[in-house]
RNA sequence: GGCCCCGUCGCCAAGUGGUAAGGCAGAGGUCUGCAAAACCUCCAUCACCAGUUCGAAUCUGGUCGGGGCCUCCA
């Protein structure tokens, strides 16, 4: 079986075959630099970095773009608000986005390429336009012509007709037809700008994406991402752009993330209900938000709640509890030359789950299946010296990691994530870690005077807290949830 | 008004023609001093109605409900 990519142009799942054999080119448009990433954000750049890492996966050699848009009427207006430069404001966040996505583990993109630094492409791309009669100059703003370019809205799939109605010119703006857009904006007093033929101004929102993506990855390119909101007019602008300068196909397979809603509701600022990344890892590990994105599929919708993230970390809890029970009993087998084919099963149901539109939530699934057997296994009778159950956990283990980190899950040493997850659910019960452990021993002292009373009203106690106590083999260990 | 999407077990969530993955929660069991953890077993016919089909959660039409885009937005 092979990948199969849901593409919004056609509304449907195709078969992915790059333009090139073996090579992926990918653009995904990145952030407007004038505020810090919200959990939107979080989860467009998560969709598509596992997207990337499962090319790479299976073998495509992936040239990734992610661009910075940082020029922009928000930031001048950002800017002008806090009385700094548009650029020192679009550093700040820059360098913002960059701590919030290494954070949450994200691999760098091959290319990470800055508007500004593509005005002079940005001016051909506008002339080429001009010179084909797609684009006209007015009062030194550059318009791009819908009317001249047929199949504008092919994307959004939207009538013309219906468009016209609701659109407007608002002040200021010389457009000839209210649905054209600007390629070039005139300078205006307070504002950055570059000369250009048509006098100095700076590019219009859409332009850079078209620019930067035809730069890297050429005239026609395999894979355009982004949000769903993208699509009109970001995505349908791009378009035009690009294939009105060129005449060629501009992208092959357009592919959008689902939105984040919260508490059923939109997330939005006028709601009150937006949060940034920032936020909530103060409150939630980043490799927990990560893996609840990645519970849903990347085009349904997703709903931000507390208690879905609390789900989604009992969830990765028991993946890593799993990998810490069968790193510690592989430790103690002695090697052995047994090989199980375990491990390759499971790839296999892995990559069929992410051959079908990268289905992270079946994939996820497999993941957990193989969590079970893993417990199951080694939960059995004499199992430490059944050369082929520990061939088939050190199997199941190795693969869990290998598949893991194609989602970017696991990435962390189970026995310290479990550690630091628990110290921060701690935290939130007022005891300390030593207050546990003086528990321990006094119920410990309880149970060797057969004053099970005593020490069950010890651990009572703390399960009230949320603190459990695990007898085992090698004495109490303890763990909160 | 136009375009688009969704409605699957208490909750989250896969599944686009062949008889419902997985996680959380719940019930019973094994283990345990008793528990917990882990494991085993159990737990849905897919909003509603009408069609197409040998067969539909999956296709068509309709009804009800929810959401998104159409202005900046991941």
């Not at 820059?94 to 500004?116: N, S, W, Y």
């Not at 504008?152 to 457009?175: C, F, Q, V, W």
């Not at 993230?309 to 090697?335: M, T």
């Not at 939960?379 to 989602?407: I, S, T, W």
Request: aromatic share 10%.
């Amino acid at each position: 079986m092979s990948l199969r990519v849901y593409n919004t142009m056609t509304g449907r799942k195709e078969d992915f075959e790059p333009l090139n054999p073996g090579k992926v080119g990918m653009y995904v448009c990145g952030v407007t630099v004038y505020d810090y990433c919200h959990i939107g954000h979080a989860r467009a750049n998560v969709v598509f970095d596992i997207i990337y890492r499962y090319l790479q996966f299976v073998g495509f050699d992936v040239n990734y773009v992610r661009n910075y848009t940082d020029v922009d009427d928000k930031i001048i207006n950002r800017a002008n608000e806090r009385g700094i430069s548009p650029d020192d404001l679009a550093g700040e966040f820059i360098q913002a986005f960059d701590e919030d996505m290494q954070r949450l583990g994200l691999a760098e993109p091959t290319i990470q390429p800055k508007a500004t630094h593509h005005i002079e492409h940005i001016i051909s791309l506008v002339q080429r336009l001009i010179d084909r009669g797609i684009a006209y100059e007015s009062q030194g703003d550059v318009y791009f012509s819908v009317e001249n370019f047929p199949s504008y809205l092919k994307l959004s799939k939207r009538n013309m007709d219906d468009m016209r109605s609701g659109a407007r010119i608002t002040p200021g703006e010389h457009k000839r037809n209210p649905m054209d857009f600007a390629l070039w904006k005139a300078v205006k007093p307070g504002e950055p700008s570059w000369e250009s033929p048509w006098g100095p101004g700076r590019p219009g929102w859409h332009i850079e994406c078209s620019a930067m993506a035809m730069e890297y990855l050429g005239e026609s390119f395999d894979i355009h991402g982004g949000g769903k909101d993208l699509v009109f007019p970001h995505h349908e602008n791009e378009i035009a752009q690009s294939e009105g300068a060129t005449g060629k196909p501009f992208v092959k397979y357009w592919l959008h993330n689902g939105f984040v809603n919260v508490n059923q509701e939109k997330m939005s600022k006028s709601l009150g209900n937006f949060f940034t990344i920032r936020d909530i890892l103060k409150s939630y590990d980043p490799e927990v938000l990560r893996f609840f994105i990645l519970t849903a599929h990347y085009r349904s919708p997703i709903d931000f709640s507390d208690h879905n993230l609390q789900d989604s970390r009992l969830g990765l809890s028991r993946f890593y509890e799993g990998l810490q029970a069968a790193s510690e009993v592989l430790a103690a087998c002695p090697p052995s030359d047994v090989t199980s084919d375990a491990g390759i099963a499971l790839e296999n149901a892995f990559r069929e789950a992410m051959d079908d539109d990268f289905n992270t939530a079946a994939a996820i699934g497999q993941l957990f299946d193989a969590v079970r057997t893993i417990n199951r296994l080694i939960a059995e009778k004499g199992f430490r010296k059944n050369r082929d159950k520990v061939a088939e956990v050190g199997a199941l283990h190795q693969a869990l990691l290998k598949l893991g980190g194609v989602l970017g899950l696991f990435i962390s040493e189970p026995a310290a994530w479990l550690k630091q997850m628990n110290l921060a659910m701690l935290a939130a019960t007022g005891y300390s870690e030593t207050d546990i452990e003086d528990f321990i021993q006094q119920r410990q002292e309880a149970r060797k005077n057969k004053d099970f009373a005593r020490a069950d009203e010890i651990r009572d106690e703390l399960a009230a807290k949320g603190i459990q106590l695990l007898d085992g083999a090698q004495g109490t260990t303890w763990k909160a949830r």
